[in-house]
């Protein structure tokens, strides 16, 4: 006997520590898995880098362009040479005398335009990187493309597509180059004349900042578009990537942003930004690549980012460097120069100056947009587009789903444990508890599959019978159950051992089928034009085939079995001590079981609520495809909505590793993680208090 | 990611390919593929979704010519084949779209040239509305009015009804319905570059994640309207005529209007291959793309849904495989 007793034992203590190994396996994995997401997220919170990466004598140079090649650049000469380094190599500007006056490229070096002794040459740059034996070299060719005379004048811009424009001073007015032809012609502008500008990368127009205006102007009429004061006099201007938003750079210290928008018949400029510094600006530099920006001040070089409003880093300078700022046509590098020739070489890695927690959680005006806004848009079909990552409208797409799923399966998942678990007899029970539980076992993809396809344009040709019936079900019950209750004892007995379920059944089925046929007749008779309409007309309300009404019935029934089964696992553990107790003071059962086994399992209950909850902002593949996947601001059940895990699922593949979606998503991730445990701890915790209560009772 | 899979297989499955119904022929003067030398070896693809039963329909027609060839087709979207590329897990990287600068710089960076791009076929996409819709054609700047909120191609107004668009009767207060493809695809890309001219979408617009799942929807959504690849037609819509300025004629989605760029949506899918400028190339990529440039591979294009490529642009890919 002592024996047996023995074994037992000890087959109990290794059951327990297989169990704790096991379970403590697990933990480690759950915080794995966290350490994981967090490492992956880490790098959001990193300012871009620039480091000094040496400097270098040039001699005397009118303009410097790094190469496509990390390190190399060229110089223009006052001679009128184009020499690359490394190497040396020298390329010849046709036409050019010596000596060369001044001389610019557009934002992105395609073209480069030279003012020198015999009047104006415009060359089209091109460079590429060719293997020379084994080594990598930069090559330059600069094409003449145009030639003209203008006399005495001021370049101030450079651009287009296939053929260059160019834009000076000439004495108070305008000279504009187009096409090839190579004869200038003269645009009056008004005064004050113009200081600096920038011509757009397709050439049609320009925006031209004078002493205390900006305008943009268009350059195939010669006319102002629109324009808008400054409080402080323009030092340089530039566009981002895209060609959407103006930088411009003054006196004060001051960076604003500007950017046209369509008006009536015209354009307007509004200012939707402004950095402000302590010294003059005196250079500004677009990315190549995204919507950064460097400024050049006196003894500072800053990368500062649009979408985000903010100077993402700061480096120190020499005094002396205050021209020639460029990126590298690959975004690793920048240059800075000094007027006595000498060159600054940076190494950047600019990371995700675009994401901070202003964008990711605040509203944001971007561009295109006439307010500031939360917006869901990660990706484009270039790089010219500012991707979007608020993740409110995820957030709140989650909840609106969990909401949606909850107000279906809660009630009903709560209401059917409690009649399962007190009303209905044992052997109804044991058939009804697995079934219910079975539905678990549903795939979720076929789940939202049949919601997308076939659920959603359902509902949506049948929606106002469904409301009907909504109306019709709840209505015909209790006023069945009123009039049951009015029957004699025995009778009410008798019904309610045999006849209960069949009824209700009917019952149900009744109201569907009156809906049904009522529904067709009374729609036309109520809504003439529809009810869809109505609602549209009448209170605004739009309503979108993938819904949150049909998401949140699918995720519903995805969660219901979970619900169901915590809850009705709860409503039993109450001991029966405490229900017969109830009975035999002369409760009825209803009144028991409302008074006494329902207040008692109440931790259970919410536990039940707490779970479902978190398995339905988990949930991925039905909302997926039943939701429609729309990034929008709306709580209304008749649009869709676009949750996190949805959005992780679909982005995700796109996401190249290491790039700011693939972060943003991680952070997603993270959140949807932190959520999933604080949920499940919760409804852990809440169950935990109804064992602890009952504890004693058994 | 299993689950996306399947219910783009269980919709592509209900679409039939109806391009096929179209007489459509590979131009003679394409060469035939005859098989100079015997290649045999490992041959790995990894990018687009949307070319995934291209790439191997080519590779079982290629495997019949050179049985010693394995051929592995992975499509998981456009923007997995640079990263493929660069780790060198894949010789061949299909793409549905042009690859972007940022990531031509990714394998400038490891390998000091660019890569090559090789155009493969011809795609063709189409808006495609309820076939019950008797809207006759739409121009650019009013598709970008439809699905865009910043209508950068210049239509004055918002196009949320059908009225907007010139329908009447019950038609006129209806709400447009929006479907599109979601942000992993090419087709996402390509539709925001050309038809919202770089603009954003509109919040409503509901991403499907395939693109016969789009065509579904609006055969299953009488006031629907979206975009996708004009091989997953069904009878249940209808694709539209598109003109590319308001006022200009509108063509319909066909091969002759995609060859003469007439159509405005149409875009080549590439291949994009890592070739060192110093070295030959790797024979059995060279030989794989030689196929696909041919009358064979060609009529696999056609037998997949797409279009073959005009006889022009197939000659001037063949001349980079020969560089």
Redesign the interface.
């Known amino acids: 006997m002592a024996e047996a007793r023995e074994k037992a034992r000890r087959a109990d203590r290794l059951a327990a520590a297989a169990i704790a190994a096991v379970a403590s396996l697990v933990l480690v994995a759950v915080f794995l898995l966290f350490l994981y997401l967090v490492r992956e997220v880490w790098p959001l919170l990193r300012s871009p880098r620039i480091v000094h990466g040496g400097q270098f004598e040039q001699g005397k140079v009118l303009l410097a362009r790094p190469g496509e090649l990390s390190g190399s650049l060229w110089v223009l000469r006052e001679e009128g040479t184009l020499e690359i380094s490394p190497g040396g190599q020298l390329v010849g500007l046709e036409g050019v005398q010596s000596p060369v006056r001044q001389a610019l490229t557009d934002r992105w070096g395609r073209w480069l335009g030279v003012v020198h002794g015999a009047g104006f040459s415009a060359f089209r740059l091109r460079s590429q990187v060719r293997f020379q034996g084994q080594d990598r070299v930069l090559e330059l060719r600069a094409r003449t493309v145009v030639f003209g005379d203008p006399g005495d004048f001021e370049l101030l811009a450079l651009g287009g597509e296939e053929d260059p424009v160019a834009v000076g001073r000439w004495g108070q007015g305008l000279c504009v180059l187009k096409g090839r032809s190579g004869s200038w012609e003269a645009q009056s502008f008004s005064q004050p004349p113009p200081r600096v500008a920038v011509v757009e990368g397709r050439g049609g127009r320009a925006w031209i900042a004078a002493a205390d205006t900006l305008v943009l102007w268009d350059l195939e009429r010669g006319t102002r578009l629109a324009s808008a004061p400054l409080s402080s006099s323009p030092t340089s201007i530039t566009l981002l990537l895209g060609d959407l938003t103006c930088v411009l750079g003054a006196e004060d210290g001051s960076v604003t942003l500007w950017e046209a928008y369509p008006s009536g018949e015209g354009w307007v400029l509004e200012q939707k930004g402004k950095f402000t510094g302590g010294s003059p600006v005196q250079a500004l530099a677009p990315s190549p690549r995204d919507k950064s920006f460097a400024i050049l001040r006196q003894g500072v070089l800053e990368l500062a980012n649009l979408t985000s409003r903010k100077v993402a880093a700061q480096v120190p300078l020499p005094q002396r460097a205050d021209r020639l700022l460029t990126f590298s046509p690959r975004l690793d590098g920048l240059l800075v120069g000094e007027p006595s020739g000498r060159l600054h070489r940076f190494a950047v890695q600019l990371g995700h100056p675009e994401v901070t927690l202003g964008t990711l959680f605040g509203r944001v005006r971007y561009e295109g947009y006439r307010e500031a806004s939360w917006v869901w848009q990660s990706t484009g079909g270039s790089n010219a587009f500012e991707s979007k990552y608020s993740l409110v409208p995820l957030i709140l797409g989650s909840i609106k789903g969990a909401f949606y799923a909850m107000l279906f399966s809660g009630p009903l998942g709560l209401l059917a444990a409690i009649y399962t678990s007190q009303f209905l007899s044992q052997r109804t029970r044991g058939v009804v508890k697995p079934v219910v539980e079975l539905l678990a076992g549903v795939p979720s993809v076929v789940v939202g599959f049949v919601a997308a396809l076939v659920l959603a344009p359902w509902v949506a040709k049948h929606i106002f019978l469904i409301l009907l019936a909504l109306v019709f079900i709840p209505l015909l019950l209790v006023t069945w159950g009123v009039l049951v209750e009015r029957l004699p004892r025995p009778l009410q007995l008798a019904y309610e051992r045999r006849w209960e379920a069949l009824a209700t059944g009917g019952l149900v089925a009744l109201a569907i089928f009156g809906s049904a046929t009522l529904g067709p007749v009374l729609e036309p008779w109520l809504f003439p034009g529809g009810f869809l309409s109505f609602l549209h007309d009448r209170w605004g309300v739009s309503y979108d085939q993938r819904n949150a009404l049909v998401a949140g019935f699918a995720l519903g029934f995805a969660v219901l079995p979970l619900i169901f089964s915590v809850a009705e696992e709860a409503l039993s553990n109450v001991p029966p001590s405490l229900l017969n107790a109830a009975l035999s003071l002369g409760a009825s059962r209803a009144k028991a079981v409302a008074t006494v086994v329902v207040p008692a399992a109440a931790p259970g209950l919410l536990a039940a609520l707490l779970l479902g909850f978190g398995r339905a902002v988990g949930e991925t593949m039905i909302v997926l495809m039943a939701s429609g996947n729309t990034p929008i601001l709306s709580f209304s059940p008749f649009s869709g909505m676009r949750t996190l895990s949805a959005c992780i699922a679909v982005e995700l593949p796109e996401a190249a590793y290491g790039e700011s979606l693939y972060r943003v998503l991680m952070l997603a991730a993270l959140l949807l993680f932190l959520f999933a445990l604080a949920i499940n701890l919760l409804g852990q915790v809440v169950a935990r208090r109804l064992s602890a209560r009952f504890g004693g009772l058994r | 990611?299993k689950?996306?899979k399947?219910?783009a297989g269980?919709?592509g499955s209900v679409v039939a390919g109806t391009l096929a119904a179209q007489v459509v022929q590979v131009d003679p003067r394409i060469p035939e593929y005859v098989p100079t030398r015997q290649v045999a070896g490992n041959l790995n693809s990894v990018g687009s979704d949307t070319m995934n039963n291209l790439m191997t329909l080519w590779a079982e027609a290629f495997r019949k010519l050179h049985p010693g060839v394995r051929v592995q087709v992975e499509g998981?979207?456009s923007?997995?084949a640079?990263?493929a590329l660069i780790a060198g897990t894949a010789q061949l990287g299909p793409m549905s779209?042009a690859m972007?600068?940022?990531?031509v710089?990714a394998i400038?960076?490891k390998y000091?040239?660019e890569p090559t791009e090789i155009a493969s076929a011809l795609d063709v996409l189409a808006v495609y509305v309820h076939q019950d819709n008797p809207l006759a054609a739409l121009s650019l700047p009013e598709v970008d009015a439809i699905f865009s909120?910043?209508r950068?191609l210049?239509y004055?107004k918002d196009i949320t009804t059908w009225g907007q668009l010139g329908l009447t009767g019950a038609w006129a207060?209806?709400?447009i319905?929006l479907y599109g493809r979601?942000?992993?695809?090419g087709t996402?890309?390509?539709?925001?570059?050309?038809a919202l001219g770089?603009?954003?979408?509109k919040?409503?617009?509901?991403?499907?994640?395939g693109s016969a799942?789009v065509v579904?929807?609006v055969s299953?959504?009488l006031y629907?309207i979206g975009y996708s690849g004009v091989g997953y037609k069904t009878s249940g819509v209808r694709a539209l005529p598109l003109a590319k300025k308001l006022g200009d004629p509108a063509y319909e989605p066909n091969y002759e209007n995609a060859i003469t760029w007439k159509y405005p949506l149409a875009r080549y899918l590439y291949i994009y291959v890592v070739q060192d400028?110093?070295k030959p190339m790797d024979p059995l990529v060279e030989e794989f793309l030689r196929f696909v440039l041919s009358q064979q591979g060609q009529e696999v294009v056609i037998k997949d849904g797409y279009l073959p490529l005009p006889f022009s642009v197939v000659e001037k890919e063949l001349a980079k495989l020969r560089r």
């Open positions: 990611m689950g996306l399947v219910f269980l919709a998981k979207g923007s997995t640079p990263p779209r972007k600068d940022s990531e710089d400038v960076a000091g040239f909120k910043t950068r210049g004055g207060g209806k709400r319905s979601n942000s992993a695809s996402y890309g390509f539709f925001k570059e050309h770089g603009g954003d979408f919040d409503q617009v509901k991403e499907q994640p799942s579904q929807g299953e959504d629907g400028p110093r």
